[in-house]
């Protein structure tokens, strides 16, 4: 209340508060890091258990807004077909009026109007389609250049996803970043690696759900002491429909390095590698022919015009296997996942009222983000603590600016109250109920 006097009332516009969160996007990044280091300081953060997760955000840009070659092609597609016909009606015009009578009065906005009109928009779809080739992007916003349509279970939003560490102690947010891609699928080891690293910790569990799966990420998360734990979508239902064996009846014999197929022949490594559709190194095992030919499991095992049973095996799948193993322990920590990860999203989303960032282009949007992450965090801790413990605490660890934080905690927390009613903090009534534990603790 002092603040708001000697300010006498004022407080700032939208301009102000939008240029701040663009022009303090690596200052607020470096408070949620160092937020995090006073809560590990508290003792609020277990720093043994992180949950990941990502949810879309809308940006400052509409579906519309945002082309992909496909529609880009299409559009053009469209727009010569309409200058090829209005094309053939100015000829037809043309040969009219040489037997026709000129009207009297000028008509209209006519076909030659229309024609130049998609001209213009024809160029202007083959400038966006130069765009895309030369960037070497899928999409192309008009409105926000960084905004991306982002699609998940048959829903698509136009902005950002943005991923969050969360550690399981009291759900605070150790790590987090606003991204463009839709697919989780290349997340898991950036923002397990950034959370241990905000933790301080030399090693770290860390949940994600089915999107997350991926060996490289899996492998990079074991060399970077991070043991992750991810469902695996199963991948093998086209062949279970057909009522033939799958890869993991399957057995490989590290010893040998060989499989073993369920009829108990063997299936070899074959000389050289290949490379799959993702990158990944792949070896080829191979039965032989004449044992596949006379097997009594041969119907269960080939295609109708398959010769032998073929496996590709990852170089690096002793990844995939020790994972695979972790997993199947791991049913009470993926029923956790849930309660950890969605509790930032659901409080931001539904209790605060924040899907839609206001601003627009990366550095400004990861700006805007850092600061509704700090807001959640700062919340959840005063909740947490209460007011006057935390200001005790500040007061014997970081006495230097404690007594100016004094009166903004109290202007903040009070407008989160009155501003923001279902996102209470609970906080003393006025700045004298705080001091009597501020002076205490000096």
Same mark, same amino acid.
């Given at each position: 209340?002092?603040l708001?006097?000697?300010l006498?009332?004022?407080?700032?516009?939208?301009?102000?508060?939008g240029?701040?969160?663009?022009?303090?996007?690596?200052?607020?990044?470096?408070?949620?890091?160092?937020?995090?280091?006073?809560?590990?300081?508290?003792?609020?953060?277990?720093?043994?258990?992180?949950?990941?997760?990502?949810?879309?955000?809308?940006?400052?840009?509409?579906? &519309?807004?945002i082309?992909? %070659?496909? *529609?880009?092609?299409e559009? @053009? +597609?469209? #727009? !010569?077909?309409?200058? $090829?016909?209005?094309?053939?009606?100015?000829?037809?015009?043309?040969?009219?009026?040489?037997?026709?009578?000129?009207?009297?009065?000028?008509?209209?906005?006519?076909?030659?109007?229309?024609?130049? &009109?998609?001209?213009?928009? %024809?160029a *202007?779809?083959?400038?966006? @389609? +130069?765009? #895309? !080739?030369?960037?070497? $992007?899928?999409?192309?916003?008009?409105?926000?250049?960084?905004?991306?349509?982002?699609?998940?279970?048959?829903?698509?939003v136009?902005g950002?996803?943005?991923?969050i560490?969360?550690?399981?102690?009291h759900k605070?947010?150790?790590?987090?970043?606003?991204?463009?891609?839709?697919?989780?699928?290349?997340q898991?080891?950036?923002?397990?690696?950034?959370?241990?690293?905000?933790?301080?910790?030399?090693t770290?569990?860390?949940l994600?759900d089915?999107?997350?799966?991926?060996?490289?990420?899996?492998k990079?998360?074991?060399?970077d002491?991070?043991?992750?734990?991810?469902?695996?979508?199963?991948?093998?239902?086209?062949?279970?429909?057909?009522?033939?064996?799958?890869?993991?009846?399957?057995?490989?014999d590290?010893?040998?390095?060989?499989?073993?197929?369920p009829?108990?022949?063997?299936?070899?490594?074959?000389?050289g590698?290949?490379?799959?559709?993702t990158?990944?190194?792949?070896?080829?095992?191979?039965?032989?022919?004449?044992v596949?030919?006379?097997?009594?499991?041969?119907?269960?095992c080939?295609?109708a015009?398959?010769?032998?049973?073929?496996?590709?095996?990852?170089?690096?799948?002793?990844?995939?296997?020790?994972?695979?193993a972790?997993?199947?322990?791991?049913?009470?920590?993926?029923?956790?996942?849930?309660?950890?990860?969605?509790?930032p999203?659901?409080?931001?989303?539904?209790?605060?009222?924040?899907?839609?960032?206001?601003?627009?282009?990366?550095?400004?949007?990861?700006?805007e983000?850092?600061?509704?992450?700090l807001?959640y965090?700062?919340?959840r801790?005063l909740?947490?603590?209460?007011?006057?413990?935390?200001m005790?605490?500040?007061?014997?660890?970081?006495?230097?600016?404690?007594?100016?934080?004094?009166n903004?905690?109290?202007?903040?927390?009070?407008?989160?109250r009155?501003?923001?009613?279902?996102?209470?903090?609970?906080i003393?009534?006025?700045?004298?109920?705080?001091?009597?534990?501020?002076?205490?603790?000096?």
């Amino acid at each position: 209340m002092e603040l708001i006097w000697l300010l006498r009332g004022l407080v700032p516009g939208y301009r102000t508060i939008g240029n701040f969160r663009k022009d303090n996007r690596n200052a607020l990044k470096a408070a949620n890091r160092d937020f995090v280091m006073l809560a590990r300081d508290l003792d609020l953060l277990g720093g043994d258990l992180v949950a990941i997760d990502g949810a879309f955000f809308h940006g400052d840009a509409s579906k &519309a807004s945002i082309v992909t %070659r496909k *529609r880009l092609a299409e559009q @053009l +597609a469209a #727009l !010569e077909r309409d200058i $090829e016909a209005y094309g053939a009606a100015l000829e037809a015009n043309d040969a009219a009026e040489e037997t026709k009578p000129q009207p009297k009065e000028p008509p209209g906005p006519g076909i030659a109007e229309k024609l130049t &009109a998609l001209l213009e928009k %024809r160029a *202007r779809a083959k400038a966006d @389609l +130069a765009k #895309l !080739e030369d960037s070497g $992007e899928t999409q192309l916003s008009r409105t926000d250049g960084d905004a991306r349509l982002l699609t998940k279970n048959g829903q698509s939003v136009a902005g950002y996803n943005v991923q969050i560490a969360v550690d399981d102690r009291h759900k605070l947010i150790v790590a987090s970043e606003v991204v463009n891609d839709g697919n989780d699928n290349g997340q898991l080891h950036a923002m397990a690696l950034a959370a241990k690293q905000a933790l301080g910790v030399e090693t770290l569990r860390a949940l994600a759900d089915v999107g997350y799966y991926n060996g490289e990420t899996l492998k990079a998360c074991e060399t970077d002491a991070i043991v992750a734990y991810v469902p695996q979508a199963n991948r093998n239902k086209r062949l279970a429909a057909q009522g033939r064996f799958t890869l993991e009846v399957f057995v490989h014999d590290a010893t040998a390095d060989v499989y073993r197929c369920p009829a108990g022949a063997i299936l070899r490594p074959m000389k050289g590698y290949k490379r799959d559709a993702t990158g990944k190194l792949q070896v080829r095992y191979a039965s032989l022919r004449s044992v596949c030919k006379v097997c009594p499991l041969r119907r269960r095992c080939l295609a109708a015009k398959a010769h032998r049973r073929d496996i590709y095996r990852w170089v690096h799948e002793d990844v995939i296997e020790r994972h695979r193993a972790r997993m199947t322990q791991a049913d009470a920590l993926m029923r956790r996942r849930g309660a950890l990860a969605e509790h930032p999203f659901g409080t931001l989303k539904c209790r605060a009222g924040y899907r839609h960032f206001l601003l627009r282009g990366f550095d400004k949007v990861r700006g805007e983000w850092g600061l509704m992450a700090l807001c959640y965090n700062f919340t959840r801790v005063l909740n947490i603590l209460g007011l006057d413990r935390f200001m005790a605490y500040l007061a014997k660890r970081h006495l230097n600016w404690a007594i100016l934080l004094l009166n903004t905690v109290v202007v903040v927390a009070g407008r989160l109250r009155t501003g923001r009613p279902r996102l209470q903090v609970k906080i003393s009534q006025n700045a004298a109920a705080i001091r009597p534990a501020f002076n205490y603790a000096l």
